[in-house]
């Protein structure tokens, strides 16, 4: 799990890096978009994942749901804590790249309004 946040992030930093001190200007818009549809999918996989192995009325025992909270969360020491911390700090890392992609959307129609 923190390989794959470590890897998004770097990723952001890198991209945030390319768009302030390249000559051709890219959108920033652009280049967050698939990184929070991408976190969105995982908000929700593990979201269902949490969600199903908290009712004890469709499964035994705790189970893994869904192919993203597989890669997510791997194959050590599961448990209902888990599930609900790695659910907890995927959706905030969703909501801080939802909101970075709605502020560079803001800003970029200023900017196309001032031009």
Not at 37 to 61: E, H, K, Q, R
Not at 73 to 95: A, K, P, Q
Request: with cysteine; glycine share 4%; charged share 10%.
């Amino acid at each position: 799990m923190l390989a794959i946040l470590t890897a998004i992030f770097v990723w952001a930093i890198f991209v945030y890096a390319l768009y302030k001190f390249s000559r051709k200007r890219i959108s920033f818009s652009r280049v967050i978009s698939p990184l929070f549809f991408i976190a969105m999918l995982f908000t929700v996989d593990l979201s269902v994942n949490y969600s199903l192995c908290s009712n004890s009325l469709f499964n035994d025992g705790i189970t893994i749901h869904g192919v993203l909270s597989y890669l997510v969360v791997g194959n050590d020491n599961w448990s209902m804590e888990l599930f609900r911390t790695y659910y907890h700090i995927s959706f905030i890392i969703t909501c801080v790249f939802g909101l970075a992609y709605l502020v560079s959307l803001v800003l970029e129609g200023k900017q196309n309004k001032v031009n």
